[in-house]
């Protein structure tokens, strides 16, 4: 397998041990008897409260708000995520062998069960595709029928849920093995039977040991790992300082470097039935991690009703089947597609009663005519564009001269379209306007972009430096 070196910088992060070359280690990481023998570290864990904000409004539909005379209004959902990351050394062995594994998961779901184009997400075989191009495919697919049926579907706390017996048996079908290799059962068990240190109790051995002060020596890197290893088998020995997976046989830790691949292995029986179910029907099947959506066209002659039905209780007795892998009831939605135009599908409502809707994918809105990016997205980016104003307004005052403008227009703003190699939310949502505008249909991607300049401007506090 050739190295790109460039993708194993070290991380400034702090942890167990101290940052690490990877060129200086890969000797060892590549050597599978040195893997079989290697103690791994417990992850750290904290957990990361998430900003989500959602927009609530009865009607989705622009048209059908403004003739009810409804608004749309913002507020913020508490969302909770579980971080687990591993030590320097740790995560450089899971990122070369999740590398590894994933060339063998595309050889296999490309030669002997053909779900290469269904699966999306960790993937590394799909060069030069992003959201916006997976996007656009299904939009395409939908715009292609006269009319269609479209499921969406989510999966609940999926990375927590993964049965350890399927995984490890569809682990040996990627690997085409009878048992895993010594090697491979040692990362297979390190992620599944994990353990951890709760983030706080580290924090507070740090400020026991320094002081309050801790956190400036961590910053101004004098402190360079959490504890020595001699500290570190005295804490082992205290009840409670370090936890294990609570899953027991279900779970692995999200943000490891297998963990992502790990769940598509999981899921290769599921995804060959399903996409199976949905071919008859002559429709497209696509998965991005826990996110699914089904199109399927519509003949005039079909009972849609029945066919809806048929179709969601098949995909839900194959997911049945996996223990542990549920689909969250509440967030399943259904639509369908007719006359150019998005309806919810209910069942309960005549053919001209439907209400007119847009679903959202890979966050974009589809609404049968239009395509835009989620609103939700575009207020995130202004929520972070005005904090940024607000910082950079305050250090302009206190130093009366003009700071950190630069940044806030690479990371914000059409100046930044390069920013790091990669371009940031402005230069994303151009291409993904010029990908869009090749449908059929209208983009208005650029309108929600169009005035950002504008509006920095306009907050960017004029002063009259000397």
Not at 69 to 78: F, L, T
Not at 196 to 214: A, C, P, Q, T
Not at 365 to 374: A, E, V
């Amino acid at each position: 397998m050739t190295i790109d070196f460039e993708k194993y910088k070290p991380k400034a992060y702090l942890h167990l041990d101290t940052r690490v070359n990877f060129k200086r280690v890969y000797p060892q990481i590549s050597n599978t008897k040195f893997v079989e023998k290697y103690a791994f570290y417990p992850f750290v864990h904290f957990k990361m409260d998430l900003k989500k904000y959602t927009i609530k409004s009865d009607y989705t539909n622009r048209e059908a708000r403004i003739a009810q005379n409804q608004k749309e209004y913002k507020y913020r959902k508490p969302k909770e995520r579980l971080i687990f990351f591993a030590s320097h050394m740790d995560s450089y062995i899971y990122k070369y062998y999740g590398e590894k594994l994933n060339k063998s998961y595309t050889k296999y779901v490309k030669n002997v069960i053909d779900i290469d184009n269904e699966v999306l997400a960790y993937r590394d075989n799909k060069k030069g595709k992003n959201n916006i191009h997976f996007a656009k495919e299904v939009f395409k697919k939908i715009i292609e029928q006269e009319k269609a049926l479209i499921i969406m579907m989510d999966f609940t706390s999926f990375f927590d849920n993964l049965n350890h017996k399927v995984l490890k048996q569809n682990l040996k079908r990627v690997l085409d093995v009878d048992e895993l290799p010594t090697h491979w059962y040692k990362l297979y068990k390190s992620l599944t039977k994990y353990c951890y240190v709760d983030k706080k109790k580290l924090d507070s051995f740090l400020e026991e040991k320094y002081g309050e002060g801790y956190k400036v020596k961590i910053k101004n890197r004098d402190i360079t790992r959490y504890m020595s290893p001699e500290e570190f088998r005295e804490q082992k020995k205290n009840p409670g300082f370090i936890e294990f997976n609570p899953g027991k046989d279900k779970g692995v830790p999200q943000g490891s470097g297998m963990s992502s691949v790990l769940s598509n292995i999981f899921m290769i029986e599921a995804d060959e039935r399903i996409k199976k179910l949905v071919s008859t029907y002559s429709g497209m099947y696509r998965r991005y991690c826990d996110d699914i959506v089904i199109v399927i066209p519509l003949e005039d002659d079909v009972d849609k009703i029945a066919l809806r039905n048929t179709v969601e209780e098949n995909i839900l007795s194959i997911i049945g089947e996996y223990e542990g892998l549920e689909v969250q009831k509440e967030k399943t939605e259904i639509f369908k597609y007719s006359n150019n135009q998005i309806y919810l599908f209910n069942e309960e409502q005549q053919e001209d009663e439907q209400r007119v809707s847009k679903f959202d994918y890979l966050g974009f809105s589809f609404d049968g005519k239009r395509i835009q990016l989620r609103e939700k997205s575009v207020f995130k980016y202004y929520s972070r564009v005005y904090k940024k104003i607000r910082i950079v307004n305050r250090y302009s005052a206190k130093y009366n001269k003009k700071v950190y403008r630069k940044s806030l227009y690479q990371i914000y703003t059409h100046m930044g379209r390069d920013y790091k190699g990669y371009g940031n939310f402005i230069s994303y949502a151009e291409k993904a306007h010029n990908e869009m505008s090749e449908l059929p249909i209208e983009s208005l991607i650029n309108n929600q972009i169009k005035r950002h300049w504008y509006k920095v401007q306009k907050r960017l506090i004029k002063y009259d430096f000397k």
